[in-house]
């Protein structure tokens, strides 16, 4: 069986762009994270932090795992595909409920 080849450096600065441009969508559309976490807590404004952390790791823990069964912890774990396929499940649902949809950034869509 083949390996998946591991995230590369170009998909790492898109989750973190990614990320960084969710937290930018939520706070101009008035979702802080209480309201996208459904939690009632003291209102606090996202992050890239924050959205790479509460979003992107939760589907990352939900959806991939190691070769033993144990969820992956970091981005650092990721292959290619895991990358793609956690932002087509992120932005699938973030659509669905707050109606914000990205593009996973590349090389032709990286406005900073």
């Given at each position: 069986?083949?390996?998946?080849e591991k995230?590369?450096?170009?998909?790492?600065?898109?989750?973190?762009?990614?990320c960084?441009?969710?937290?930018?969508a939520?706070?101009?559309?008035?979702?802080?994270i209480?309201?996208?976490?459904a939690?009632?807590?003291i209102?606090?404004?996202?992050?890239q932090g924050?959205?790479?952390e509460?979003?992107?790791?939760?589907?990352?823990r939900?959806?991939?795992h190691?070769k033993?069964?144990t969820?992956k912890e970091?981005t650092?774990?990721?292959?290619?595909k895991?990358?793609?396929?956690?932002?087509?499940?992120?932005?699938?649902?973030i659509?669905?409920?707050?109606?914000?949809s990205?593009?996973?950034?590349?090389?032709?869509?990286?406005d900073?």
């Amino acid at each position: 069986m083949m390996s998946e080849e591991k995230r590369t450096k170009a998909q790492q600065d898109s989750i973190e762009l990614l990320c960084r441009q969710y937290a930018e969508a939520f706070d101009a559309a008035g979702y802080d994270i209480p309201a996208v976490l459904a939690k009632k807590v003291i209102p606090v404004s996202w992050t890239q932090g924050a959205i790479k952390e509460y979003l992107f790791k939760a589907v990352m823990r939900a959806t991939c795992h190691r070769k033993d069964g144990t969820p992956k912890e970091s981005t650092t774990e990721l292959n290619t595909k895991e990358v793609s396929k956690i932002h087509r499940q992120l932005d699938k649902w973030i659509n669905e409920e707050f109606e914000v949809s990205l593009p996973f950034p590349d090389r032709f869509n990286r406005d900073e």
